[in-house]
């Protein structure tokens, strides 16, 4: 019996019996910066990639997988352009040059503007004697991404939301407008009843470097009308729809306080409290810092910064 169940489990990691394979991006507290979750998805003509993270090691780990399965990447979907779910594209394709990107194009505003900017910043952590050197690889290779914005841009635009077949599997591609970036690609499997959403749900915090707050409220509105049962977040572990549900009122709680006349600490500790169950001890004060960053910076910045991101970054 128990070589039986033992068989089981052996066969059930090189099989395509789960309704995805998760291969989870680790949010390192040092300069290594996150790694967003990547899920593969099992299509016809390959292997559905979703997201393919920021290091070597997580863009190895997906390859790895690949072998493993003896099948070919077929096809990549960014969720968001934000490097920690793209950088190892470049990766992939070398492996597998016929795979198709499938994203949004908020890519390019990003090159103009923000990518832009942390290019600068990366120069001159890069002169600096004190950056450690495994933090100048990582930025390296970051740079060369936004240098080679190819290596970033869909080959496959996702330009509205609909029922679309990649490599042969329909998937229902929603198109988030205004929400963590200009264009968050989520995906909703209605088979599985998985929904696959990027950083449109992140369990420590949400990450509101580039968010239009409101128009990512309106987001999650649209994954919550789903009858997913499944949910996998950008960085975290998947989640049922009741977590999804706790983890959507932590955030527009936290939203409101931001823009409300509240202390600033009575809103960090209520995204502690609301979503203490997303966030481990490691992650505990890291939590607390980013939402007081992100309360400074996006939500009670001035009006025209928190709006920043609510329209075309390239219309300008
Ligand atoms: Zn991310």
Redesign the pocket.
Known sequence: MRGAVLGLLLLGSASSAEPYHLIPGRVPLDWQG?D?NTVVLDAPKGLIVVDTGRSPMHAQAILDYARQRGRPVAAIVNSHW?L??TTGNADIRAAYPKAEVYASTAIEGALVGFLGKGRAQADKMLADPKTPEGAKAQMLRGRDRIDHPDKLRPTRPVVKPGRMTIAGRPLDVHLAKFAATEGDVWLYDPKTRTAIVG?LV?GILP?MDTACAEGWSKALDEVAALPFTTLIP??GDPMTRADFLTWQKAYNAFVDCGHSSADKKQCVNGWARDAAKFIDAEHAGYARAAAEYYLDTRLRSSPEEQQKYCKPLTAS
């Open positions: 996150p967003g934000h920690d779910h950083d992140v990450f950008g960085h």
